[in-house]
Antibody
């Protein structure tokens, strides 16, 4: 059974940093591209970042470019999101999501971790 | 990175059919056959319902179908059931710079 479990969310002050983790199991992690998608309270979904299966190709939404860094560790079957210079509008539930194999789309999602940026 | 345009809400009675539209541009919806649709119940993670415009993942009922014409994609739900009441989001691949863009979401109410 595919499982994605996020952790690392919490309350942080504006300008602060946080590192999210996503532990993957039930599939061959090294063969799938992975993503972070966020949802602000009461709002819609927003794609944040993607990383290819090898880690070679990385993409960011304009809203986080230069502040967030996505990475992965195949040995640990884990995905990460380092978030720096956090702002109030980064407040959201952050989901880890697996790519549809060989296509674009997100076929499995974690339960999400809440990041709150507030003084 | 402008969001794709979806109606804010749609509704239908049990057994009826509803269609949710998702309008983009030639740089996203119209340029690629990589439109996906997600169902989200309150407090839950999104669930993939359709990918590659019209493909259904295993386990998704065939009451759910997808299509695309030009810059507009559509999700049709036939034989509406109470458990279909949820928020629905479309998403499109948008090239190697923008990568992915979501619609604003549509709230489906089953009357």
């Amino acid at each position: 059974e595919v499982q994605l479990v996020e952790s690392g969310g919490g309350l942080v002050k504006p300008g602060g940093s946080l590192r999210l983790s996503c532990a993957a199991s039930g599939f061959t992690f090294s063969t799938y591209s992975m993503n972070w998608v966020r949802q602000a309270p009461g709002k819609g979904l927003e794609w944040v970042s993607s990383i290819s299966s090898s880690g070679t190709y990385i993409y960011y939404a304009d809203s986080v470019k230069g502040r967030f860094t996505i990475s992965r560790d195949t040995a640990k079957s884990s995905l990460y999101l380092q978030m720096n210079s956090l702002r109030a509008d980064d407040t959201a539930v952050y989901y880890c999501a697996r790519d549809v194999f060989g296509s674009y789309g997100f076929d499995y999602w974690g339960q999400g971790t809440l990041v709150t940026v507030s003084s | 990175q402008s969001a794709l345009t979806q109606p804010r809400s749609v509704s239908g009675s049990p057994g009826q059919s509803v269609t949710i539209s998702c309008t983009g541009t030639s740089s996203d919806v119209g340029g690629y056959n990589y439109v996906s649709w997600y169902q989200q119940h309150p407090g839950k993670a999104p669930k993939l319902m359709i990918y590659d415009v019209s493909k259904r993942p295993s386990g998704v009922p065939d009451r759910f179908s997808g299509s695309k014409s030009g810059n507009t994609a559509s999700l049709t739900i036939s034989g509406l059931q109470a458990e279909d009441e949820a928020d629905y989001y479309c998403c499109s691949y948008a090239g190697s710079y923008t990568f992915a863009v979501f619609g604003g979401g549509t709230k489906l109410t089953v009357l």
